[in-house]
């Protein structure tokens, strides 16, 4: 016995005694110092807790198999005290933190987890929460010692005791850098998104219909309208609509109403005249389309997109004033003679600009607003209508014409393009009168020609080639020195160096070939021709060169030469073969084809992913869609037509437009496959995120609910034995202690049934094969899940062949996973039910397993996730279980070269059947 001083009365000892029978008990003495018939004496008070020690023992082997699971979890688990210091973390936390776990266990968790050790105030407003009884989720960012940046997700929830007051935290830790990178790239591309629309140089402003106000208007409209989009929107419909340019507002009002009218299913494109804030005027080319919504197809929406084009009317405007004034100026003192005509709203065509020394009195003030009827009389526009209608449907023409005081003059007329429309044409004109006149006195008098030709508005050059091969040039006129830069003493020079240098050299073999002929032929016309001159500054102009001879008496042969500049009328030309080139040259196909099918144009691009739509025609896949499109395009209902196709595993979105020019329509196809293809991983990406996180939840849950339950059942037999062991009796004890017992078997099987699972992707570590005669594990498996079956009074039937061939594999695991299946079929199933396991070889190379039961069944729309980990079904009501003994046991099953199926019919039972490779089909692993 040990000694008791006065300072340690009440001292409270446990002590193992041995009794008489030699077994051991545990005793808990209270010794305390009490006064006995006037003396001081020791009263010691013994009760048995030998029970009560066990239960201990029992619950500290379950905590080691509870700490043991929780290694197990990929999840970071740490639990600290009211005071912010770590009592246990697992090695998944570790890992996630970038520490050992003996850094971690009874250090300040607010130390290792914020980074550079500064203290938060989060984390002590977090253990008020905890202390108050409050779960909570958040997120830290962690460093490891290279700096590396790693997010985690923490769970965190109040630890209670057995008395379920809190005395601490336990959180779950989750690693998700990664899903908070997408998250991120997601966010960035939104941004950027809604950044590009903000700052579009176009002004955008969106109308939600149903609630009646304007939601969105960027920089650009706020810019154009000089106002914000409050301001805006606190405007009256009849403010707003006096923004609108009187001159246009009836036209736009009437073109938004019957784009509404009519369904507003394609875009609308309106070009009218706006006021902004300050009364200025603005033009804007204004794009409007509606949203609709995807289910009702009613339209939610109409988004409008302005593209300023003031300062292009301005500069179209000062380019108008410059050719009627500026222009005009320019070209009044020239020789020859300059006009432009537009086509008045009756078709008349009427003069806005005549111009040069040719023009007489009737220049521009005499003839703005004037037909050529008004003018000459109805004869002489009989004879120009039909070249400027030529010219007014986009030719360019050149044509003589005799006014009618007798003059004759040579016309150029070119038309000017906007908007692919002939709004205008221009032309210059020489008069010819007196050359005519030259050619008839050519033959007579060289002094009377060369005086016309020092007027003439044409470079006029002659040249005598004499019978002994020589060329001498005799003259060149003003307008040849003022188109050529050469004087008559300078071109002799010219002349005398290598022949034709002063031709381009691209341009040298045609002339060469073509005057060849002209010479051989009959020479009664004068020759024609046109190539690029080289001036005397090194650069090239365009000549329209006409070329005629005569023969003096001697025999010399002289060659007039009559040259007209037209390097302007070939820039002209150059650039609409430029915009010509377009189709060839862009990188996306396209098509023209008549309202037949029949294809009229294929580009290159065209040509080379669709080799056969010209046969195709309308039978083809990428023009299958167009025929019951194309009469509502041509007839205004649509203004294009837009839809995507596929096509040989690429995508494209085909836009449709009508050619009235041509009757023809244009189809436009770009290829949008790697949008299409980054669409579809974007959906599979969120789609298995979002599979994941309902995983992780589902496994939250699980663990939540399947483990409190048996370890509440412990805590309330142990508090019973804690509080009343010594008034019960010997059967109660052992009922309460067998209940503990059965909790821990309880999560102990749940234990195993994790263990397995989070190690099943490495199953070939553990996988331990020796050879198995089934026979005998039938006999343990009776043994396993025997006492589970009788406790629902069913019956196990086992039915074996009479020979069955051994197999190869984990006996342990095989036992664990026709368990599983067992004790599902008898869980599932009423009691006093009977349970078949069924042995047989099926064609020699397997060997069948079944199990049947007479139970609830599975939903037949459910059968595809019954060995999905987690999965339970819709019917099970409130039995336990969490999901992963039919997912286990068909991993196993695979490892080992098995299947595992299942037949289910609701509240009629389940079948599931194993095949077992016989050792000789065992393929090589």
């Not at 300040?108 to 977090?126: C, L, M, Q, T, W």
């Not at 007489?360 to 009389?377: H, W």
Request: proline share 3%; aromatic share 10%; net charge negative.
């Amino acid at each position: 016995m040990k000694r008791v001083s006065a300072d340690q009365a009440n001292l409270t000892i446990d002590i193992k005694l041995q009794k008489k029978d030699n077994q051991n008990i545990s005793v808990e003495s209270k010794i305390s110092l009490v006064t006995y018939k006037g003396q001081s004496s020791i009263l010691v008070v013994s009760r048995d807790i030998t029970a009560r020690k066990h239960a201990e023992r029992i619950l500290v082997e379950s905590e080691a198999k509870y700490r043991t699971m929780i290694e197990c979890l990929n999840e970071g688990i740490v639990i600290t005290d009211l005071e912010d210091t770590i009592l246990f973390a697992n090695s998944p936390a570790a890992d996630l933190l970038y520490k050992p776990i003996e850094k971690l266990v009874g250090y300040k968790a607010h130390e290792v987890i914020i980074p550079n050790g500064s203290y938060s105030k989060d984390f002590e407003s977090r253990l008020q929460k905890r202390k108050q009884g409050i779960s909570e989720r958040y997120t830290e960012v962690i460093f490891n010692t290279d700096g590396n940046e790693r997010v985690i997700e923490i769970s965190a929830a109040p630890y209670k005791n057995a008395e379920g007051e809190v005395v601490g935290t336990v959180g779950a830790m989750y690693d998700i850098t990664e899903q908070m990178k997408s998250q991120k790239e997601v966010i960035a591309a939104k941004e950027k998104f809604e950044n590009l629309v903000l700052n579009a140089p176009v002004g955008i402003i969106r109308w939600l219909i149903n609630e009646r106000k304007y939601e969105f208007a960027n920089r650009e409209f706020e810019r154009q309208s000089s106002m914000k989009l409050d301001e805006f929107t606190a405007l009256t419909h009849s403010e707003r609509l006096a923004l609108i340019h009187p001159d246009d507002r009836v036209r736009a009002t009437e073109v938004a109403n019957e784009w509404i009218e009519s369904g507003a299913y394609t875009p609308q494109v309106i070009q009218y005249r706006t006021f902004d804030k300050n009364g200025n005027i603005r033009w804007s080319n204004t794009y409007i389309y509606g949203e609709r919504d995807s289910v009702s197809d009613e339209l939610e929406s109409i988004t409008q997109i302005s593209v300023d084009i003031t300062e292009l009317k301005a500069m179209q405007e000062a380019l108008s004033i410059a050719q009627q004034e500026d222009f005009r100026r320019t070209v009044k003192n020239l020789q020859n003679l300059v006009v432009k005509m537009y086509r008045r709203e009756d078709g008349e065509f009427v003069y806005s600009l005549r111009e040069g020394k040719l023009a007489n009195e009737l220049t521009t003030t005499a003839v703005n607003g004037k037909t050529p009827k008004d003018l000459f009389g109805k004869d002489y526009e009989t004879k120009t209508l039909p070249f400027l209608q030529r010219t007014f449907n986009g030719e360019s023409v050149s044509f003589e014409a005799e006014l009618p005081d007798g003059r004759y003059f040579f016309f150029t007329l070119e038309p000017l393009f906007e908007n692919d429309l002939v709004q205008e044409i221009v032309g210059s004109a020489v008069e010819i009168t007196n050359q005519k006149q030259i050619i008839k006195e050519l033959h007579e008098s060289e002094n009377k020609f060369q005086t016309l030709t020092d007027v003439i508005p044409i470079g006029i050059t002659q040249i005598s080639h004499l019978l002994n091969g020589e060329n001498i040039v005799d003259y060149v006129n003003p307008e040849f020195t003022r188109q050529s830069y050469y004087t008559l003493e300078k071109f002799i020079e010219k002349s005398k160096e290598k022949e034709w240098s002063f031709i381009h050299p691209d341009d040298k073999p045609m002339i060469i070939d073509a005057l060849n002929q002209w010479h051989a032929g009959n020479r009664s016309e004068p020759f024609r021709s046109e190539y690029r001159f080289l001036r005397d500054d090194g650069k090239y102009i365009w000549l329209e060169v006409y070329l005629t001879n005569y023969e003096k008496s001697d025999g010399t042969i002289v060659g007039i030469q009559a040259g007209v500049d037209i390097t302007q009328k070939k820039i002209v030309e150059q650039r609409l073969q430029h915009l010509a080139s377009f189709p060839e040259q862009i990188p996306d196909p396209i098509i023209e084809l008549s309202e037949d099918g029949t294809v009229t144009y294929l580009n290159p691009e065209a040509q080379n992913y669709f080799p056969t739509i010209a046969v195709s025609g309308f039978d083809h896949k990428v023009l299958s869609a167009l025929p019951e499109k194309l009469q509502d395009i041509k007839s205004g209902e649509m203004s294009s037509y837009s839809i995507e196709i596929e096509y040989d595993s690429l995508y494209f979105e085909e836009r449709v437009f009508y050619i009235a020019e041509s009757n023809t329509f244009r189809v436009f196809l770009y290829d949008i496959t790697d949008r299409k293809r980054n669409e579809t991983e974007l959906e599979k990406t969120l789609k298995k995120e979002r599979e994941l996180y309902s995983l992780k939840s589902r496994f939250l849950t699980t663990v939540s609910h399947e483990f409190r339950t048996p370890l509440t059942g412990i805590q309330i037999s142990a508090e019973i034995l804690s509080s009343h062991a010594a008034k019960m009796d010997f059967n109660q004890r052992i009922n309460e202690i067998t209940k503990i017992k059965d909790r821990v078997h309880d999560l102990t099987m749940l234990m195993n049934d994790f263990s397995m699972q989070s190690t099943i992707e490495s199953i070939e570590d553990y996988y331990n094969p020796t050879t198995i005669h089934l026979s005998e594990i039938s006999k343990i498996l009776n043994t396993d899940v025997s006492n589970f079956i009788k406790s629902k009074f069913q019956t196990l039937v086992f039915n074996a062949a009479p020979t069955i061939p051994e197999i190869v594999g984990d006996e342990r695991m095989l036992r664990q996973c026709l368990s599983n299946i067992i004790l599902n079929a008898s869980k599932y199933s009423a009691n006093e039910k009977v349970i078949r396991v069924s042995i047989d070889v099926h064609e020699s190379q397997w060997i069948t397993i079944k199990i049947e039961d007479e139970g609830i069944g599975i939903p037949p729309d459910e059968l595809h996730t019954l060995f999905t980990p987690f999965s339970r079904a819709s019917n099970i009501g409130t039995r336990p279980g969490i999901g992963l003994g039919l997912s286990i046991a068909k991993d196993i099953l695979e490892y080992h070269g098995g299947t595992l199926t299942v037949k289910s019919t609701l509240n009629v039972g389940s079948v599931f059947t194993i095949l077992l490779p016989i050792p000789s089909t065992i393929s090589r692993r």
